[in-house]
Protein backbone atom coordinates (compact mmCIF):
# COMPACT_ATOMS: atom_id res chain seq x y z
CA UNK A 1 0.00 0.00 0.00
CA UNK A 2 0.92 3.57 -0.63
CA UNK A 3 2.72 4.75 2.37
CA UNK A 4 3.25 8.43 3.31
CA UNK A 5 7.26 8.91 3.51
CA UNK A 6 6.79 11.87 6.21
CA UNK A 7 4.77 9.09 8.89
CA UNK A 8 5.86 9.64 12.61
CA UNK A 9 6.62 6.41 13.78
CA UNK A 10 6.65 4.82 17.43
CA UNK A 11 8.35 2.48 19.69
CA UNK A 12 7.20 -0.28 21.58
CA UNK A 13 9.38 -2.53 23.47
CA UNK A 14 8.65 -6.16 24.70
CA UNK A 15 11.10 -8.08 24.59
CA UNK A 16 13.80 -5.98 26.65
CA UNK A 17 14.97 -4.16 29.84
CA UNK A 18 15.09 -0.59 29.70
CA UNK A 19 18.54 -0.59 28.76
CA UNK A 20 18.85 0.82 24.88
CA UNK A 21 21.33 2.72 23.36
CA UNK A 22 21.22 4.75 19.88
CA UNK A 23 23.86 4.03 17.73
CA UNK A 24 25.88 6.79 15.19
CA UNK A 25 24.88 5.03 11.47
CA UNK A 26 26.45 7.10 9.50
CA UNK A 27 24.17 8.47 7.21
CA UNK A 28 20.60 10.36 7.33
CA UNK A 29 18.74 8.85 4.74
CA UNK A 30 15.33 7.47 6.17
CA UNK A 31 15.38 3.72 7.70
CA UNK A 32 12.50 1.36 7.19
CA UNK A 33 14.22 -2.14 6.80
CA UNK A 34 16.36 -3.82 9.24
CA UNK A 35 17.33 -7.66 10.03
CA UNK A 36 19.34 -9.30 12.96
CA UNK A 37 20.69 -12.03 11.99
CA UNK A 38 22.80 -13.17 15.02
CA UNK A 39 24.64 -11.36 17.90
CA UNK A 40 27.07 -9.89 15.94
CA UNK A 41 25.27 -8.93 12.56
CA UNK A 42 22.69 -6.94 11.35
CA UNK A 43 21.54 -5.64 8.22
CA UNK A 44 19.15 -2.05 7.67
CA UNK A 45 18.17 -0.55 4.47
CA UNK A 46 16.01 2.61 3.45
CA UNK A 47 15.95 5.57 0.64
CA UNK A 48 17.77 6.46 -2.20
CA UNK A 49 19.42 2.54 -2.68
CA UNK A 50 20.21 2.76 0.76
CA UNK A 51 21.64 -0.63 3.10
CA UNK A 52 23.73 -0.76 5.87
CA UNK A 53 25.89 -3.70 7.61
CA UNK A 54 27.05 -3.77 11.20
CA UNK A 55 29.68 -7.08 11.89
CA UNK A 56 29.87 -6.29 15.61
CA UNK A 57 27.05 -5.84 16.80
CA UNK A 58 27.73 -6.88 20.34
CA UNK A 59 29.80 -3.75 20.72
CA UNK A 60 28.35 -0.95 22.83
CA UNK A 61 29.05 1.25 19.59
CA UNK A 62 28.65 -1.02 16.43
CA UNK A 63 30.36 0.01 13.18
CA UNK A 64 27.62 0.28 10.34
CA UNK A 65 28.67 0.34 6.76
CA UNK A 66 26.89 2.25 4.50
CA UNK A 67 26.52 1.78 1.18
CA UNK A 68 24.50 2.05 -1.91
CA UNK A 69 22.89 -0.46 -4.69
CA UNK A 70 24.47 1.13 -8.16
CA UNK A 71 21.49 2.40 -9.97
CA UNK A 72 19.24 2.68 -7.45
CA UNK A 73 19.39 5.77 -6.18
CA UNK A 74 15.46 6.42 -6.83
CA UNK A 75 14.18 3.41 -5.19
CA UNK A 76 13.35 3.47 -1.94
CA UNK A 77 14.48 -0.27 0.41
CA UNK A 78 11.54 -1.18 2.85
CA UNK A 79 12.62 -4.41 3.04
CA UNK A 80 15.95 -6.43 3.76
CA UNK A 81 15.96 -9.88 5.30
CA UNK A 82 19.48 -11.33 5.71
CA UNK A 83 21.08 -14.48 6.63
CA UNK A 84 24.76 -13.36 7.12
CA UNK A 85 27.59 -10.98 6.69
CA UNK A 86 27.54 -11.80 3.48
CA UNK A 87 23.45 -12.89 2.11
CA UNK A 88 21.03 -10.65 2.11
CA UNK A 89 17.98 -9.63 0.17
CA UNK A 90 16.22 -6.14 -0.90
CA UNK A 91 12.83 -5.09 -1.54
CA UNK A 92 12.52 -1.96 -3.00
CA UNK A 93 8.82 -0.68 -2.79
CA UNK A 94 6.73 1.19 -5.57
CA UNK A 95 4.52 1.72 -8.18
CA UNK A 96 5.78 -0.59 -11.37
CA UNK A 97 9.03 -1.06 -11.45
CA UNK A 98 9.66 0.74 -8.76
CA UNK A 99 9.13 -2.76 -6.98
CA UNK A 100 12.51 -4.84 -7.20
CA UNK A 101 14.29 -7.37 -5.11
CA UNK A 102 18.23 -7.51 -5.13
CA UNK A 103 20.35 -10.28 -3.58
CA UNK A 104 24.09 -10.22 -2.48
CA UNK A 105 25.87 -12.94 -1.40
CA UNK A 106 29.57 -10.99 -1.04
CA UNK A 107 28.57 -8.70 1.62
CA UNK A 108 27.31 -6.35 -0.91
CA UNK A 109 30.60 -6.07 -2.76
CA UNK A 110 28.27 -7.11 -5.96
CA UNK A 111 23.81 -7.32 -6.03
CA UNK A 112 22.28 -9.37 -8.45
CA UNK A 113 18.50 -7.60 -9.81
CA UNK A 114 16.14 -11.05 -9.34
CA UNK A 115 12.52 -9.43 -9.72
CA UNK A 116 11.26 -6.62 -11.36
CA UNK A 117 7.64 -5.96 -11.20
CA UNK A 118 6.20 -5.43 -14.51
CA UNK A 119 2.75 -4.46 -13.73
CA UNK A 120 2.30 -0.82 -14.08
CA UNK A 121 -0.74 -1.09 -10.92
CA UNK A 122 1.06 -3.70 -9.20
CA UNK A 123 2.89 -2.26 -5.66
CA UNK A 124 4.99 -4.56 -3.48
CA UNK A 125 5.23 -4.28 -0.03
CA UNK A 126 7.37 -6.73 1.75
CA UNK A 127 8.89 -10.13 2.09
CA UNK A 128 9.92 -12.82 4.22
CA UNK A 129 12.04 -16.27 4.58
CA UNK A 130 11.72 -19.55 5.72
CA UNK A 131 15.21 -20.18 4.90
CA UNK A 132 17.88 -18.82 2.46
CA UNK A 133 16.67 -20.19 -0.35
CA UNK A 134 12.91 -20.32 0.38
CA UNK A 135 10.69 -16.65 0.74
CA UNK A 136 7.92 -14.82 -0.40
CA UNK A 137 6.46 -11.61 -1.35
CA UNK A 138 3.43 -9.62 -1.05
CA UNK A 139 2.06 -6.60 -3.41
CA UNK A 140 -1.60 -4.89 -3.29
CA UNK A 141 -4.59 -6.33 -4.85
CA UNK A 142 -4.55 -6.38 -8.84
CA UNK A 143 -8.02 -7.09 -10.53
CA UNK A 144 -9.49 -8.05 -7.28
CA UNK A 145 -6.25 -10.42 -5.81
CA UNK A 146 -3.14 -9.85 -3.28
CA UNK A 147 -0.33 -10.42 -5.36
CA UNK A 148 2.29 -12.99 -4.29
CA UNK A 149 5.61 -14.38 -5.53
CA UNK A 150 7.65 -16.76 -4.09
CA UNK A 151 11.02 -18.46 -4.36
CA UNK A 152 12.38 -21.90 -3.87
CA UNK A 153 16.13 -21.32 -5.55
CA UNK A 154 17.39 -18.37 -3.42
CA UNK A 155 15.80 -16.25 -5.98
CA UNK A 156 16.80 -16.95 -9.00
CA UNK A 157 13.17 -17.43 -10.05
CA UNK A 158 10.64 -15.55 -8.23
CA UNK A 159 7.58 -17.49 -9.03
CA UNK A 160 3.56 -15.72 -8.88
CA UNK A 161 0.89 -17.72 -6.74
CA UNK A 162 -1.95 -18.27 -8.96
CA UNK A 163 -4.72 -15.74 -7.54
CA UNK A 164 -7.70 -18.65 -7.39
CA UNK A 165 -5.35 -19.82 -3.89
CA UNK A 166 -6.47 -16.48 -2.49
CA UNK A 167 -9.53 -15.24 -1.22
CA UNK A 168 -10.76 -11.73 -2.73
CA UNK A 169 -9.14 -8.78 -1.34
CA UNK A 170 -12.25 -6.48 -0.09
CA UNK A 171 -12.16 -3.28 -2.16
CA UNK A 172 -10.18 -0.63 -0.49
CA UNK A 173 -7.60 -3.26 1.29
CA UNK A 174 -4.13 -3.40 0.65
CA UNK A 175 -0.93 -4.47 2.78
CA UNK A 176 1.78 -1.34 4.16
CA UNK A 177 5.05 -1.31 3.20
CA UNK A 178 5.95 0.37 6.47
CA UNK A 179 8.56 -1.90 7.78
CA UNK A 180 8.86 -4.60 5.45
CA UNK A 181 6.83 -6.55 8.40
CA UNK A 182 3.75 -6.88 6.77
CA UNK A 183 4.29 -10.58 5.83
CA UNK A 184 6.04 -13.28 8.03
CA UNK A 185 6.86 -17.13 8.11
CA UNK A 186 6.93 -20.17 10.67
CA UNK A 187 8.47 -23.31 10.33
CA UNK A 188 8.73 -24.94 6.82
CA UNK A 189 5.19 -24.14 5.46
CA UNK A 190 3.63 -21.58 7.40
CA UNK A 191 3.27 -18.11 6.28
CA UNK A 192 0.59 -14.71 7.07
CA UNK A 193 0.39 -11.01 5.62
CA UNK A 194 -1.92 -8.95 7.18
CA UNK A 195 -3.75 -5.85 5.69
CA UNK A 196 -5.48 -2.54 6.35
CA UNK A 197 -7.78 0.23 4.35
CA UNK A 198 -11.89 -0.84 4.84
CA UNK A 199 -10.94 -4.03 6.89
CA UNK A 200 -8.40 -5.19 9.16
CA UNK A 201 -7.57 -8.74 7.97
CA UNK A 202 -4.90 -11.60 8.29
CA UNK A 203 -4.29 -14.04 5.76
CA UNK A 204 -2.95 -17.48 6.55
CA UNK A 205 -1.49 -20.44 4.64
CA UNK A 206 -0.06 -23.83 5.87
CA UNK A 207 1.00 -25.02 2.83
CA UNK A 208 3.73 -22.38 1.40
CA UNK A 209 1.10 -20.08 -0.29
CA UNK A 210 -0.76 -23.30 -2.14
CA UNK A 211 -4.07 -22.29 -0.34
CA UNK A 212 -5.37 -19.42 1.99
CA UNK A 213 -8.12 -18.64 4.37
CA UNK A 214 -8.15 -14.49 5.62
CA UNK A 215 -9.57 -13.83 9.45
CA UNK A 216 -11.22 -10.55 9.85
CA UNK A 217 -9.70 -9.24 13.18
CA UNK A 218 -10.68 -6.09 15.45
CA UNK A 219 -8.16 -3.69 14.70
CA UNK A 220 -8.48 0.09 13.95
CA UNK A 221 -9.62 0.24 10.20
CA UNK A 222 -12.02 2.01 7.75
CA UNK A 223 -9.64 4.47 6.27
CA UNK A 224 -7.13 4.39 3.85
CA UNK A 225 -4.46 5.06 6.58
CA UNK A 226 -5.59 2.62 8.90
CA UNK A 227 -4.92 -1.18 9.55
CA UNK A 228 -2.67 -3.79 10.25
CA UNK A 229 0.97 -2.90 9.56
CA UNK A 230 3.06 -5.58 10.78
CA UNK A 231 2.57 -9.09 12.20
CA UNK A 232 5.31 -11.46 13.84
CA UNK A 233 4.68 -14.97 15.22
CA UNK A 234 7.36 -16.63 17.47
CA UNK A 235 5.59 -20.54 16.61
CA UNK A 236 2.83 -21.94 14.48
CA UNK A 237 0.17 -20.74 17.16
CA UNK A 238 0.83 -17.76 19.02
CA UNK A 239 1.28 -14.18 17.03
CA UNK A 240 0.66 -10.86 17.82
CA UNK A 241 -0.35 -7.78 15.12
CA UNK A 242 0.18 -4.16 15.70
CA UNK A 243 -1.09 -1.08 13.88
CA UNK A 244 -3.89 1.42 13.82
CA UNK A 245 -4.03 5.03 12.00
CA UNK A 246 -0.92 6.87 10.90
CA UNK A 247 -2.31 10.27 10.47
CA UNK A 248 -3.48 10.20 13.85
CA UNK A 249 -0.41 8.87 15.60
CA UNK A 250 -1.41 9.14 19.06
CA UNK A 251 -4.95 7.59 19.23
CA UNK A 252 -5.18 4.91 21.38
CA UNK A 253 -5.74 1.48 19.74
CA UNK A 254 -7.18 -0.51 18.87
CA UNK A 255 -4.27 -1.23 17.35
CA UNK A 256 -2.43 -4.41 19.13
CA UNK A 257 -3.72 -7.88 19.07
CA UNK A 258 -2.46 -11.62 20.01
CA UNK A 259 -3.62 -14.65 18.80
CA UNK A 260 -3.32 -18.43 20.24
CA UNK A 261 -4.50 -20.44 17.52
CA UNK A 262 -2.47 -19.52 14.49
CA UNK A 263 -4.33 -16.27 13.48
CA UNK A 264 -7.63 -18.19 12.88
CA UNK A 265 -8.86 -15.53 15.87
CA UNK A 266 -7.75 -12.52 17.23
CA UNK A 267 -8.20 -10.65 20.87
CA UNK A 268 -7.42 -7.38 21.60
CA UNK A 269 -4.29 -6.31 23.79
CA UNK A 270 -5.33 -5.10 26.78
CA UNK A 271 -1.53 -3.26 27.56
CA UNK A 272 -1.34 0.07 27.32
CA UNK A 273 -0.97 2.93 26.61
CA UNK A 274 -1.43 2.53 22.90
CA UNK A 275 -0.75 4.59 19.66
CA UNK A 276 0.13 4.06 16.23
CA UNK A 277 2.25 0.75 15.81
CA UNK A 278 4.42 0.41 12.52
CA UNK A 279 6.11 -2.80 13.63
CA UNK A 280 6.53 -5.74 15.58
CA UNK A 281 8.62 -8.30 16.48
CA UNK A 282 8.81 -11.24 19.01
CA UNK A 283 11.60 -14.02 19.60
CA UNK A 284 10.41 -17.63 19.43
CA UNK A 285 10.46 -19.01 22.87
CA UNK A 286 9.35 -15.78 24.79
CA UNK A 287 5.99 -14.08 25.04
CA UNK A 288 7.23 -10.22 25.29
CA UNK A 289 6.93 -8.39 22.09
CA UNK A 290 8.52 -5.35 20.57
CA UNK A 291 6.76 -3.10 19.06
CA UNK A 292 7.78 0.08 17.40
CA UNK A 293 5.64 3.62 16.14
CA UNK A 294 6.53 7.00 17.38
CA UNK A 295 6.68 8.05 20.96
CA UNK A 296 7.56 5.78 23.55
CA UNK A 297 8.68 2.42 24.16
CA UNK A 298 6.45 -0.08 25.94
CA UNK A 299 7.24 -3.41 28.00
CA UNK A 300 4.50 -5.45 26.77
CA UNK A 301 3.48 -8.79 28.56
CA UNK A 302 0.01 -11.20 28.92
CA UNK A 303 -0.68 -8.72 31.99
CA UNK A 304 0.15 -5.62 31.31
CA UNK A 305 3.12 -3.27 30.10
CA UNK A 306 5.41 -0.88 30.89
CA UNK A 307 6.63 2.61 29.56
CA UNK A 308 10.22 2.88 29.31
CA UNK A 309 11.56 5.09 26.71
CA UNK A 310 10.52 8.28 24.12
CA UNK A 311 11.56 7.13 21.02
CA UNK A 312 11.10 7.66 17.65
CA UNK A 313 11.19 4.31 15.60
CA UNK A 314 9.79 2.88 12.11
CA UNK A 315 11.31 -0.82 11.62
CA UNK A 316 12.31 -3.77 14.02
CA UNK A 317 14.11 -7.20 14.42
CA UNK A 318 14.21 -9.45 16.99
CA UNK A 319 16.23 -13.24 16.24
CA UNK A 320 15.83 -15.99 18.21
CA UNK A 321 18.46 -15.06 20.66
CA UNK A 322 16.85 -11.92 21.63
CA UNK A 323 19.28 -9.83 20.04
CA UNK A 324 17.27 -6.85 18.88
CA UNK A 325 17.59 -3.18 16.71
CA UNK A 326 14.80 -0.72 15.35
CA UNK A 327 15.53 2.23 12.81
CA UNK A 328 13.92 5.31 12.05
CA UNK A 329 14.02 8.42 10.30
CA UNK A 330 17.15 10.17 9.44
CA UNK A 331 19.49 7.40 10.37
CA UNK A 332 17.90 6.17 13.67
CA UNK A 333 19.34 3.37 14.91
CA UNK A 334 18.84 1.39 18.07
CA UNK A 335 20.19 -1.70 19.78
CA UNK A 336 18.40 -2.68 22.69
CA UNK A 337 20.11 -5.11 25.67
CA UNK A 338 18.88 -8.50 26.84
Not at 158 to 169: F, G, R, S
Amino acid sequence: MRFSPSLVVLLYASLFAQDHALQKSNTSEDLRGVAVVSHHVAWASGTHGTYLRARDLGNQQPSWEVSRVPGTEALDFRDVEAFSADLAYLLSAGPGEQSRIYKTTDGGKTWMLQFTNKDPNGFFDCMAFWDSEHGMAVGDPVNGKFVLITTRNGGKNWDAIPPAALPPAIEGEGAFAASGTCITVEGKSNVWFATGGKVARAFRSTDNGRSWTAADTPMAHGTDSSGIFSIAFRDATHGVIAGGDYKQPGQDGPNLAFTEDGGVTWKLSTAGPQAFFSSVGLASGNDRVLVVGSAFTLDVRKNGARRIADLNLNACSVNAAGDAVAVGPKGAIVTFKK
